[in-house]
C-alpha cells in the first residue's frame, strides 16, 4: 500500500519554464489537494478536488494549474514558473477524518 | 483574519513532562474539522489527532489529546510525558464546511524541543 506518492522529490527551474508535479494516491480517496510550504508561514492550499472531474481554488491558486481526470491522480501544473514559487510542495488526500500527505517536493526556481 | 493562529513559536519542555500547544481558529460555520499535525525534521507531515465540532468529547490518541473549548474556538494539543522524538514542528489546522467540502487551513506552527 503506497499511500500517497509524488515525484519528483527535487527539482530546479528556470523563470518561465512549466513543469508539472505529480501526485498518486492509491486509497480511493475522493478528497485530495496541494500545498506549500514556506518558511514562518505553514501551509498554505493551492488546489484541491473534491472527486474526479471537480477542482476549486484554494488561498493562493495564482501560477498553478491542477486536473482531476481519475480518482488516483492529481498533478499539479507550474504555467511559467517564479522565483516566488520556490517552495516545499505536498499533495495529500483525505479519508474519513485524517489527511495522508505525500513526501513532498523541494522545488527551486532560479 | 487569520482563519488558524498559533502563538506560540517556539516551546521547550523537559522530558516526561507534559506540554500545551495552543490553538485558536476563526470560522462561521458550524461544522468543521479541527486536526494536529507533525512535522519532524525529516519533513514528513504526520497526522496526530482530529476533533470534529460536533463532536462533545475532547479526542485522545495514545499521549495525544485535544482541549476543545468551542465557545472560546480553541483547540489546543496536550502531549503528556513528553519524549526526545517529540521534538518537531507542530501545526494546528481546520478543514471548514466539512458536509459541502472544502478548504484546509494551517497555522504557522510551533516548534517543539524536547530537553534530555
Known amino acids: 500500500n503506497a499511500g500517497v506518492t509524488q515525484t519528483p522529490k527535487f527539482q530546479v527551474l528556470k523563470t518561465g519554464q512549466s513543469m508539472t508535479l505529480q501526485c498518486a494516491q492509491d486509497m480511493n480517496h475522493e478528497y485530495m489537494s496541494w500545498y506549500r510550504q514556506d518558511p514562518g508561514m505553514g501551509l498554505r492550499l493551492i488546489h484541491y478536488s473534491v472527486g474526479a472531474g471537480i477542482t476549486d481554488q484554494g488561498e493562493v491558486p495564482n501560477g498553478y494549474n491542477v486536473s482531476r481526470s481519475t480518482t488516483e491522480d492529481f498533478p499539479l501544473r507550474l504555467l511559467s514558473a517564479a522565483p516566488s514559487q520556490t517552495s516545499v510542495y505536498f499533495c495529500?488526500?483525505?479519508?474519513?477524518?485524517?489527511?495522508?500527505f505525500g513526501p513532498g517536493t523541494r522545488l527551486t526556481v532560479t | 483574519a487569520q482563519k488558524i493562529t498559533q502563538t506560540q513559536p517556539g516551546m521547550f519542555v523537559q522530558e516526561k513532562e507534559a506540554v500545551t500547544l495552543d490553538c485558536t481558529y476563526d470560522t462561521s460555520d458550524q461544522s468543521y474539522g479541527l486536526f494536529w499535525y507533525k512535522q519532524p525534521s525529516s519533513g514528513e507531515m504526520i497526522f496526530l489527532i482530529y476533533q470534529g465540532s460536533y463532536d462533545e468529547q475532547n479526542a485522545t490518541e495514545g499521549r495525544y489529546s485535544l482541549n476543545f473549548q468551542k465557545a472560546r474556538k480553541s483547540a489546543n494539543l496536550v502531549i503528556s510525558a513528553s519524549q526526545l522524538g517529540d521534538s518537531a514542528m507542530y501545526f494546528c489546522?481546520?478543514?471548514?464546511?466539512?458536509?459541502?467540502?472544502?478548504?484546509?487551513?494551517f497555522g504557522t506552527g510551533t516548534s517543539l524541543t524536547v530537553i534530555p
Open positions: 495529500a488526500s483525505m479519508g474519513t477524518y485524517e489527511q495522508y
Open positions: 489546522a481546520m478543514r471548514e464546511g466539512y458536509e459541502t467540502g472544502n478548504q484546509f487551513y
